[in-house]
């Protein structure tokens, strides 16, 4: 990967929300056309990340790099070519049509205006004639989410940052958004950030997920992260789970940390435990669900051991073999030498 191939470079971002340091990012990179998940808690970061890879916000140390040149908050080299679509939708509160052209406007850029917003319209599944003269709080909340959209889709940005943009509309609504968002990369070579829960969608088009746990970003994707309390036993530190398992961690890096980290890499599923003692973890559990990404074609396993959730991503010929299925019960394994604290 060359610097021409980078839309984004973050270089050593530390961003705080008062004494509350809400990122922790050493270096990230998403390239040029690529479709980039964000996955992560409720609180983790990702909202933050996405505003500042929209220029709305600044973080508090740290570089950011757009198409190889330092950009800052507002510059006028990238108004407009990167847009953010957030959970809950802004609009003026004047008619659809003005919504959607008000950024055309904002640029001058008024060359057969009408014709234009009619195909950004038609690009979230909402006719011209039926919308165009309602008024903002004549919009149903899928509807508003659709125009939010086409707002944005009418400027054909280089950049498309989508926050939870399916998570409060009806269902007819969500799929609108996926597919214009989809057609802006594959039409005109928008990039894509997007941060969701939802995992089937995100596995099924990203090139790339990042996971985000307290402002620490894993550019593996979703992995496994426990929080304490934990609890010494014998010369060992473990985290105790109510059904009587035990996991067992490695005590070295413990202090201040506050959660674990077990990489989906370091666990094998099995059927049945085993005497071989290099797992010093061997948890019982059911497969509660098993997504396929497309990109790798490998399949994403999420396994309940009791009130824990842990994913780990098994090839086809595995799924085959165990005969793998969401209800069946299996063995995770995984040595506590595998375990890393995070602070």
Known sequence: MTKKDLIYYLKEIRHFYGDTKVLEIDD????KGSITGLIGPNGSGKTTLLRVLAFAEKPKFGQIFYKGRPEFPFSSTIRSKVTLLTQKPYLLKRTVFENISYGLKIRKDTDKLEKRVIEALNNVGLDFKDFALRKWHELSGGEAQRVAMAARLI???EVLLLDEPTASVDTESAKLIRKASLKARDVWGTTLVIASHDLQWLYSISDKQFSLFKGNIFATGIENI????FENLD???????????IITLDVTQKKECIAVIIRKKNITIELFESTDKIFHNQLSGHIVSMLLEEKRGDIMVTVFVHDLTFVLRVTPDQISNLDLYPGKKVVLKFSSSDVEWIK
């Open 28 to 31: 990230l990179k998403i390239e």
């Open 155 to 157: 400027l054909k940005p």
């Open 226 to 229: 426990i929080s304490g309390p």
């Open 235 to 245: 010369d060992k530190v473990v985290k105790k789970l109510d059904d009587g398992q």
